[in-house]
Structures are given as structure tokens and as C-alpha cells.
């Protein structure tokens, strides 16, 4: 089945720096949706992003999806983009297939 | 507001005392999920709905048990916990298939001794 890897599992930055975070996936793929999981543990959906780029806000996402990647850009960070983000795409059996996230820690 | 609710957001109980989560999307969405997060295991799916009267397992199914009677709502029904489903469970839902934009419940944190 298809693999969801993302990269680098773990980061640590101070507050005010920029980040990129990527997920690679193994087949193609016609939607991919970027998540982040903050420290009381709610998901909340940052970008449904199958291909192109998206902004909102401090976040921007691009999907390649030729290329089967995509990337997180956090610019600016705060201590509340702590948490993991994670990526995720639907496989050819309808299942949405998660990656294996990126725990990310913003100091102050 | 479009959401997905959940209750409880916590809860502790014995082993074998039937328990329901309940979730509720006011997005008239056709496609709801529950899955499971553990540490080390990441988010399984336990059962999905596409629609109304329409469930089908996930990955983890064992032990649990869905309806979906109405759109809106698609509770989650432990008929005997045990400490293996210690969890925190997430419900979802999107517009037709997971294919689309996803949004999840806050989380439903479970312990079972």
C-alpha cells in the first residue's frame, strides 16, 4: 500500500524562525490534506492541498504531486505552532493514510 | 460554526461497563470515521460510514460498534471496554469521501481499568 513519510520527524526552533516540513508519498496521489496536532490534542485541518500552493496566514503550503511530495512553510514560528503536524492521503481503497508526523517545539 | 462534536472529552471507567461516545457533524456531510490514536501506532481507523445505514470496518474494528441512523450523528458503542481501549478517539467527517477536506471531533480521551 501506499507509504506517507514525512520529514524530519522531529524539530526544534526558537520563536521568530521559518521552517519547512516535508511528506513524500509513494503512489500517486489526487488529494493530500496537512494536519496539526496541538498539545491538548485536537487535529485541525490546515490545508487540503492535492497540488499547487496555498497560504494562510504564517502557513503556506505546495504540492508536487508529479513528484509525489509536499511541503509545510511556517514562517515567522510561535509557541502555539507547537504540536505535530502530520500529512495525509487517500489510498485506492478509500482510506485515509496518515504520515508519520513531525513533532515540532517552538521556545520562546 | 461548522463542526464535529464529541462526549465525553473524558472519561474513565471499569472494564466491561458499556460505554457510547457520541459525534455530531452539522456540515451535512455523507462521509463520518472514528479512529483511534495511540502512541507509536499513529491514527488507525476502527469503522466508517459513506451514509446513512451505511457502515463498513476499518483497520482496528475489534471490540466496537457504530451506527449511523441519522446523517448528523455516528456514535461510537464500546459493549465491554477493556484496558486495551485505553485511547484517545477522534471522530471525522467530510462531504462525500475521505477524499475530501477531513475535520475531526476534539478528541475523546478514554481510560479503562
Known amino acids: 500500500g501506499i507509504q506517507v513519510e514525512q520529514s524530519p520527524p522531529d524539530l526544534i526552533l526558537q520563536e521568530g524562525a521559518n521552517s519547512t516540513l516535508r511528506c513524500n508519498f509513494s503512489d500517486s496521489v489526487n488529494n493530500l490534506q496537512w494536519f496539526h496536532q496541538n498539545p491538548w490534542g485536537q487535529l485541525i485541518n490546515l490545508f487540503y492541498?492535492?497540488?499547487g500552493t496555498k497560504q494562510n496566514g504564517r502557513l503556506s503550503a505546495t504540492t508536487v504531486a508529479t513528484e509525489r511530495y509536499s511541503l509545510l512553510y511556517i514562517s515567522s514560528s510561535q509557541t502555539t505552532d507547537s504540536g505535530v503536524y502530520f500529512c495525509?492521503?487517500?489510498?485506492?481503497?478509500?482510506?485515509?493514510?496518515f504520515g508519520t508526523g513531525t513533532r515540532l517545539q517552538v521556545f520562546p | 460554526e461548522a463542526q464535529v462534536t464529541q462526549n465525553p472529552r473524558y472519561l474513565i471507567t471499569v472494564t466491561g461497563k458499556k460505554l457510547t461516545v457520541t459525534c455530531s457533524q452539522n456540515?451535512?456531510?455523507?462521509?463520518m470515521s472514528w479512529y483511534r490514536q495511540d502512541p507509536g501506532l499513529g491514527l488507525r481507523q476502527i469503522y466508517y460510514s459513506m451514509n446513512v445505514e451505511v457502515t463498513d470496518k476499518g483497520d482496528v474494528p475489534e471490540g466496537y460498534k457504530v451506527s449511523r441512523k441519522e446523517k448528523r450523528n455516528f456514535p461510537l458503542i464500546l459493549e465491554s471496554p477493556s484496558p486495551n481501549q485505553t485511547s484517545l478517539y477522534f471522530c471525522?467527517?467530510?462531504?462525500?469521501?475521505?477524499?475530501?477536506?477531513?475535520?475531526f471531533g476534539p478528541g475523546t480521551r478514554l481510560t479503562v481499568t
Open positions: 456540515m451535512n456531510h455523507e462521509y
Open positions: 495525509a492521503v487517500v489510498n485506492n481503497t478509500d482510506k485515509l493514510i
Open positions: 471525522a467527517s467530510s462531504f462525500i469521501n475521505p477524499g475530501y477536506e477531513q475535520y
Open positions: 492541498i492535492p497540488s
